[in-house]
């Protein structure tokens, strides 16, 4: 983690209040922290300021409307990513920011405490499926995608191959 700047971090803090969510799914239960914006500047200087935390991803392009420009996104998809970026903007982030990013954690927390045999991280697929044996694959920016075998395995059954 690179050296905090209390200046940049103050701006990182105003600029998420306006711009950033932290969220939390029921069906993938990392909670996560993301921001979106057409420059990439304003995402890059976020993560500097929080200490290199988390990924830009894009150009997107936004087909709606042909004038809007393309989207990038930052984001931070581990709970303790997340619990770091907070903590490092507590002091700044406005009441409502607070409570919502206490209640994402303290959620998260209470799933990880509802089923300890599984493993921390996402703990079930976009179709529900555990992913507590989910293969890893490296396609991600950050290289820490993973799969679910047994979506993998209906898929090719429908395709009629196998992989």
């Known amino acids: 983690m690179q050296a905090l700047n209390h200046q940049e971090l103050a701006w990182a803090a105003g600029f998420f209040d306006g711009e ?6 029921n069906k993938k239960t990392l909670p996560c922290i993301a921001i979106g914006q057409a420059d990439p500047f304003v995402l890059e200087r976020f993560r500097a300021a929080v200490g290199g935390v988390g990924c830009v991803f894009g150009p997107y392009k936004r087909r709606k409307n042909p004038t809007w420009k393309d989207q990038w996104n930052y984001h931070a998809g581990k709970f303790e990513e997340v619990q770091a970026i907070i903590a490092v903007l507590w002091k700044w982030l ?3 920011k607070r409570e919502q990013a206490s209640k994402v954690l303290l959620a998260y927390k209470a799933i990880c405490r ?11 697929c976009k179709r529900g499926h555990d992913l507590s044996d989910a293969a890893a ?6 290289g820490s995608g993973r799969f679910c075998k047994i979506c993998s ?3 090719w059954k429908k395709r009629g191959t196998r992989a």
């Open 94 to 96: 406005s009441p409502l």
């Open 20 to 25: 950033g969510s932290t969220s939390y799914s």
């Open 114 to 124: 509802e089923k300890p045999d599984m493993r921390r991280g996402q703990l079930l």
């Open 137 to 142: 694959i490296g396609h991600k920016a950050n």
């Open 153 to 155: 395995q209906l898929h």
